[in-house]
Every structure is written in structure tokens, then in C-alpha cells.
């Protein structure tokens, strides 16, 4: 099956830990995408990456990071830099390319709770 | 920077009735996208609108995107139960930022029997 997995599906840290969050697509898209979405509210752009070993700051980048090693995996760490992590988080891919229809595919998201 | 309004946040309707929720661009797009989340899921594309003045329709929905290219709707005619989600509309400004999407807020629907 083509898709995007993330894991886990809920994730629990103590305050001050970096966590990473895992985004993996076969879809063979070159563009990702981080989303944080909270509740009652639309999805904000964290980190997205058109190719691989490249990637640009969204709006609400402070506290994150990110690498784009390969072309099928995402990963996005929430430092302890980021004051209020606890959110859902999307990852998304889609095919990069003017002109072409961009959709974007999710995954199931991540629930993160830092306690 | 870019940002994109979309009302209204609630929207509670009787089964039957119809339901429209609207977006605005601050900046002109070169194309909108629309999303449907169910409670507890991931949000899923259902269109995407490049022209000025587009319409697009999906069985009881209808997609509208103005002349201006800085707005756009999504009508449900004769609403079910299966349509319960959140409507999110999503800019594209094109350009260097081609494939960089600004979501609205979304629209809760909820759907009474």
C-alpha cells in the first residue's frame, strides 16, 4: 500500500526532553511537510522540504528541527526550546513542481503530550 | 505574511439542510485546495481550484473560487451525517512558495438526525 505512516500514534515526555517525531512516505513525492494543528484551530506550517537535503522554515519553525536525508523520511524533533509542544502533529507529502496539481497527503498524525 | 480567513468556525445544521463555509486570501492565490477532517482523522484532499471563477462539483458538493483568486467556498446541498467533519480551505501563493499551503481555521459541521 502507497501512504505515509507516522509513529507513534501518541507520545508522552517530561518537560525539557527532545523528542523525535517519525514521518516515512512511499508515495515517491519529493515535497513534506510538518504541520502542528491545536485544538479549535486550522493546521500551521512547522518545516517543509521540496527536496531531499534541502528544507525551509514555516511559520512557527522556533523550537524545531528537522533533516531531509533521504526522499521517503521526514523526521521532526520538538526540542525543549519549544514552549507549549503539546499539539497534534501532520506530515504531509505531495509533488513538488509548478504546474502540476500539488495535493498534499497526511498521515495519521502524531499526539504529543510533554507532562 | 500570507493568511487566510475562513468562516464561520461552527456551523450546526439538521439533516437535509443545506451548508456553505468561505474562505479569504489576504494575497491573490495562485490556487485553493479543500480538505475534509473527521473527528479523530487526518485531514483528506477533496479538490483543488487553479482558475478564476472556477466552479467544480463532487455530487452535493459545489467549489467555488472567486475572479479575484481571493476567495473561495464549498456548499453541501441537502447535508447527511456522513459530511460531520472540519471543512478546511488551504492558499497556495504560488510563485518561489509554490506547494506551501496557508490553512484557514476550518469549519466545524456537525449534522443533526
Known amino acids: 500500500d502507497g501512504g505515509i505512516t507516522q509513529s507513534p500514534k501518541y507520545l508522552f515526555r517530561k518537560e525539557g526532553q527532545n523528542v523525535t517525531l517519525s514521518c516515512e512516505q512511499n508515495?515517491?513525492?519529493?515535497?513534506m511537510y510538518w504541520y502542528r494543528q491545536d485544538p479549535g484551530q486550522g493546521l500551521r506550517l512547522i518545516y517543509y522540504?521540496?527536496?531531499?537535503?534541502?528544507?525551509q522554515k514555516g511559520d512557527i519553525a522556533e523550537g524545531y528541527s528537522v533533516s531531509r536525508e533521504k526522499k521517503e523520511s521526514f523526521p521532526l524533533t520538538v526540542t525543549s526550546a519549544q514552549k507549549n509542544p503539546t499539539a497534534f502533529y501532520l506530515c504531509?507529502?505531495?509533488?513538488?513542481?509548478?504546474?502540476?496539481?500539488?495535493?498534499?497527503?497526511f498521515g495519521p498524525g502524531t499526539r504529543l503530550t510533554v507532562l | 505574511g500570507q493568511q487566510v480567513m475562513q468562516i464561520p468556525q461552527y456551523q450546526h445544521v439538521q439533516e437535509g439542510e443545506d451548508f456553505t463555509t468561505y474562505c479569504n486570501s489576504s494575497?491573490?492565490?495562485?490556487?485553493i485546495q479543500w480538505y475534509k477532517q473527521r473527528p479523530g482523522g487526518h485531514p483528506v484532499f477533496l479538490i483543488q481550484?487553479?482558475?478564476?471563477?472556477e466552479v467544480k462539483k463532487q455530487k452535493r458538493l459545489t467549489f467555488q473560487f472567486g475572479e479575484a483568486k481571493k476567495n473561495s467556498s464549498l456548499h453541501i446541498t441537502a447535508t447527511q451525517t456522513t459530511d460531520v467533519g472540519t471543512y478546511f480551505c488551504?492558499?497556495?501563493?504560488?510563485?518561489?512558495?509554490?506547494?506551501?499551503?496557508?490553512f484557514g481555521q476550518g469549519t466545524i459541521l456537525t449534522v443533526h438526525p
Open positions: 481550484l487553479v482558475k478564476s471563477g
Open positions: 508515495l515517491n513525492h519529493d515535497a
Open positions: 494575497t491573490t492565490l495562485s490556487n
Open positions: 522540504s521540496q527536496i531531499v537535503n534541502d528544507f
Open positions: 488551504a492558499g497556495d501563493a504560488g510563485g518561489t512558495s509554490y506547494g506551501k499551503l496557508t
Open positions: 504531509a507529502s505531495s509533488i513538488a513542481g509548478v504546474g502540476s496539481y500539488n495535493e498534499q497527503f
